[in-house]
């Protein structure tokens, strides 16, 4: 079974500019989570959805965004970036997002983001 | 709100022995779940081990093993017979039992290094 595949691995923006991740979860997982991770505050929720519907939301501004497709894949956009959003950004996929008890969480290997 | 405190930024251990990871947390709930997940270089969060707190049995899995203690909200992670591939970065992540889907709370990780 295929793992949780983040594309692109790397991208190099300038301030300003919008950016759009993909995150397609293992298949059968109707759930996706995102974090963001840098070295100052560390591992932060940002928002998950189930079943195309967001479901939670982290403290983040306005211009992170996300959406969930009918195949379960997932994207996250971030408009008129600044210097602090560079950061690894992490998705989640897990079957049906907690509402099953002992349900694992399979994370990707994140896409790293720097802003100029 | 649930605070995950991971105290030690760094520990180290010689090939073979044991080593004890620190986690507290601080909740008001009752009915939660911890892990411990394991970051290595290639940035991909693994699964090591996880306890659901109404289990007063600590969990095991294999050469890892914790040690849950509910009053005093502590979840040390040990890991015996430590390998050159047990080097990582190792993060302490809650999660409420309630209708919080995949959110994850996580410490500020502990960088592991192992000596041969």
């Known amino acids: 079974k295929a793992g949780v595949t983040q594309t692109p691995r790397y991208l190099i923006k300038t301030r300003g500019q919008q950016v759009t991740l993909s995150c397609s979860p293992i298949s059968g997982h109707r759930s996706v989570s995102w974090y963001q991770q840098t070295p100052g505050q560390g591992l932060q929720f940002l928002f998950e959805y189930f079943s195309e519907t967001q479901r939670n939301k982290g403290n983040f501004p306005g211009r992170f965004s996300g959406r969930q497709f009918s195949n379960s894949r997932s994207e996250m956009n971030v408009s008129t970036l600044e210097l602090g959003d560079s950061a690894l950004y992490l998705c989640?996929?897990?079957?049906?997002?907690?509402?099953?008890?002992?349900?694992?969480?399979?994370f990707g290997s994140g896409t790293q983001l720097s802003v100029l | 709100a649930q605070t995950v405190t991971q105290s030690q930024p760094e520990m180290s251990v010689q090939e073979a022995e044991t080593v004890t990871l620190s986690c507290t947390y601080d909740?008001?709930?009752?009915?939660?779940?911890l892990f411990w997940y394991k970051q290595p270089p290639s940035r991909q969060m693994i699964l090591v081990i996880r306890?659901?707190?109404?289990?007063?049995q600590n969990a095991t899995e294999n050469r890892f093993s914790v040690n849950f203690q509910k009053a005093a909200k502590s979840f040390s992670l040990k890991i015996s017979d430590s390998q050159l591939g047990d080097a990582a970065m190792y993060f302490c992540?809650?999660?409420?039992?309630?209708?919080?889907?995949?959110?994850?709370?996580f410490g500020q990780g502990t960088e592991l290094s192992v000596k041969p």
């Open positions: 992540a809650y999660r409420s039992a309630d209708n919080q889907g995949g959110k994850l709370i």
């Open positions: 306890q659901e707190a109404y289990k007063q």
């Open positions: 909740t008001s709930e009752s009915d939660y779940y």
């Open positions: 989640a996929s897990s079957l049906t997002g907690g509402f099953t008890p002992g349900e694992k969480l399979f």
